[in-house]
T-cell receptor
Framework: ETGVTQTPRHLVMGMTNKKSLKCEQH?????MYWYKQSAKKPLELMFV???????ENNSVPSRFSPECPNSSHLFLHLHTLQPEDSALYLC?????????????FGPGTRLTVT | GIQVEQSPPDLILQEGANSTLRCNFS?????LQWFHQNPWGQLINLFY???GTKQNGRLSATTVATERYSLLYISSSQTTDSGVYFC???????????FGGGTRLMVKP
């Protein structure tokens, strides 16, 4: 499998549930990202990992918890979400190293919080 | 932070027409990318173009970094070109993209 994959593609969860989103990249990159796309807002960067270390936490609420166990995998752990957290969550990867490289995106997980 | 504005916000074309999408940004950039988001949400890379001109089939892009804008040209549009086109920039060498609001394109047969 090539590129960036995300699972699940769709997720419906209640406000008291705990779930995790998974992202895997097969491009040999060493930086990974989580973005959020809400209905009425531009795409927003949530978290950045470079060489498996978090380098950016864009004022994201603590109910979102990222984990990057290695350079190919990225998780977003979700707990006690709110209905306004319903959105498309996109994962991306790129080369890292403090320079600007092209980012490649996965297909996204469409999350609905009920 | 850097501001990114795209125009027009919405565009309707007849199949076969040409169009130009614009992206203005408020500061110098290290990275500029154009994406096409299909109806299923997938962001498809079109161009990585922090400066200069590139072409790929019916699409081409030009970034004039000194004047802080980029243009995406679509020629002989097809219905499959429909979707949302995003410009995204990074200006701090940390590769953290800031996205514009997008241009929603509809190509009618």
């Amino acid at each position: 499998e090539t590129g960036v994959t995300q699972t699940p593609r769709h997720l419906v969860m209640g406000m008291t549930n705990k779930k995790s989103l998974k992202c895997e990249q097969h491009l040999g990159h060493n930086a990974m990202y989580w973005y959020k796309q809400s209905a009425k807002k531009p795409l927003e960067l949530m978290f950045v990992y470079s060489l498996e270390e978090r380098v950016e936490n864009n004022s994201v609420p603590s109910r979102f918890s990222p984990e990057c166990p290695n350079s190919s995998h990225l998780f977003l752990h979700l707990h006690t979400l709110q209905p306004e957290d319903s959105a498309l969550y996109l994962c991306a990867s790129s080369q890292g190293g403090g320079r600007s490289y092209e980012q490649y995106f996965g297909p996204g997980t469409r999350l609905t919080v009920t | 932070g850097i501001q990114v504005e795209q125009s027009p916000p919405d565009l309707i074309l007849q199949e076969g027409a040409n169009s130009t999408l614009r992206c203005n940004f408020s500061d110098s950039v290290n990275n500029l990318q154009w994406f096409h988001q299909n109806p299923w949400g997938q962001l498809i890379n079109l161009f990585y173009i922090p400066s200069g001109t590139k072409q790929n089939g019916r699409l081409s892009a030009t970034t004039v970094a000194t004047e802080r804008y980029s243009l995406l040209y679509i020629s002989s549009s097809q219905t499959t070109d429909s979707g949302v086109y995003f410009c995204a920039v990074d200006n701090n060498a940390g590769n953290m993209l800031t996205f514009g609001g997008g241009t929603r394109l509809m190509v009618k047969p």
